[in-house]
């Protein structure tokens, strides 16, 4: 895995990658077209936030690396990676309640505010990548 030098990027097995963590000042990456949608990433040490068609769909702060990022309308999935622990946001639907899962654990039931925001911690460090999956009950 590792950063994605070239900020975001489609995979083979039509999942997306994106964030380089490693960044001393913020770069973006504006109107990459990936299965019919328009994304726009901003990445660099702090924070990495992604949007798709305008949408919000991912924030870390500090900034990360996300690799084989999937979003359906029931899940989301992706590994992460950084140099320290994370704070994830992700925007999912609103009022609704998911099964978080890190590295295959269930981490409990969170349900998301009325703007659809979810917030996770994850423990990361550059050897240690996250497996993240949040399923909608």
Do not use: W
């Amino acid at each position: 895995m590792g950063v994605v030098h070239e900020l975001i990027r489609s995979e083979a097995d039509g999942k997306i990658s994106f964030g380089d963590y490693t960044l001393s000042s913020k770069t973006k990456k504006e109107n990459f077209a990936h299965g019919g949608d328009t994304y726009k990433v901003k990445t660099f040490r702090e924070i990495t936030k992604l949007e798709c068609n305008g949408m919000f769909v991912y924030e870390s702060v500090p900034g990360t690396a996300v690799n084989s990022l999937e979003v359906t309308e029931n899940e989301v999935s992706f590994q992460a990676e950084g140099p320290e622990d994370a704070e994830i946001t992700l925007g999912l639907s609103e009022s609704a309640e998911y099964e978080v899962f890190i590295n295959g654990e269930n981490a409990g039931t969170m349900k998301t505010n009325l703007g659809g925001k979810l917030t996770v911690s994850v423990e990361l460090g550059t050897e240690n990548p996250a497996a993240v999956r949040i399923v909608k009950k």
